[in-house]
């Protein structure tokens, strides 16, 4: 993905690792084994499961708390000292709940919520606390939604993000292992530190704001602002539930700035190439609107190397489906970053303005 010899170093010394420890679950870029973005792979290859605890050495590692597990990310002394013992020392989060009741409008996705509810208590108002997820409308969502869902519990300073495992948990899990884990529930007296129930009717599409995930504000108050690129992809926007959202708005149109489209994994390269809408496959509609698309990875969701995939050089102004929109997160510290749901983003990829998807739901949607 990068010509950069330390991040090809990087992978080196890695692959050498995996090979002297002969680990089994080793997906090496490069090769037929590779799967993409690790925090969606995880789900795709089995390896989330009810009841479990996973460490990563990436702040996104919450992700995996869509399976009803607890998951959260760490830094390399803590993943040296797991390696070592197999054990790790971690103080008990005291919980937030965040319930939604009611039925969510046909433009809203999961990354609407997630902006709300952080524009609600701010990057540190979960700081070191788990996000539960919970109420009869967050548990008709996906489990990819619901990995949307947990994925930026860390951009409110959460230590984890979880929602209780159920049939929709299963029916995913079915096919990719046959562990199944366990199932805990909260219990009826559970004690939380923040408790909030919010009505999904009400919610209107929301983007975060330059420079911070916190600085919320709703799409239709920003439609003056002008684009000069959109991007759809990363471990938060790069599912195939995210593109079926763009497609669907894409379909039959040509974007007015550069889009840039970025499959989180290899699975769901492929199914860009088999799902379809009114008989063309999604990647057919990406062509054929004129994204840029490109090959599984994190690409420029964290900048990387000058010639990453999607990277801001400049004073780019960038609406994206991505995580983080802090200075530089996406390249050039002068770029500023618009963070927004997939239909958002491909709506405002339409226009060259940000944009609220309204203005193309429920005519295409």
Known sequence: FTSDPHANRNIEIIRAFAKEQNLPYYYDVGTENYKGVCHIALAQEGHNRPGEVLFGTDSHTCTSGAFGMFSTGIGNTDAAFILGTGKLWVKVPETMRFAWTGTFPPYIMAKDILLHVIGDIGCDGATYRTMEWAGDTVYRFSMEERMTLCNMAIEAGGKNAVIEA?????????????KLGTVYHSDPDAHYCFNKTYIADDLEPVVARPHSPDNRALARECKDVKLDRAYIGSC???????????????????????????PATRDVERDLHTETIDGKTLAQIFEDAGTHIGEPSCAACLGGPKDTFGRTHGTEVVISTTNRNFPGRMGSKQSAVYL??????????????????????????
Not at 166 to 178: E, I, P, S, V
Not at 248 to 262: A, H, Q, R, S, Y
Request: hydrophobic share 40%.
């Open 340 to 365: 927004a749901s997939p239909y958002t983003a491909a709506a405002s990829a339409l226009t060259g303005y940000v944009t609220d998807p309204r203005e193309f739901i429920p005519a295409r949607v």
């Open 236 to 262: 938060t926007g790069g599912k195939i539930t995210d593109f079926i959202a763009a497609a669907k708005i894409l379909n039959g149109e040509k974007v007015k700035i550069d889009t840039f489209i970025v």
């Open 166 to 178: 159920d049939d929709t948990t299963f029916d995913y899990l079915k096919g990719r292992t046959d």
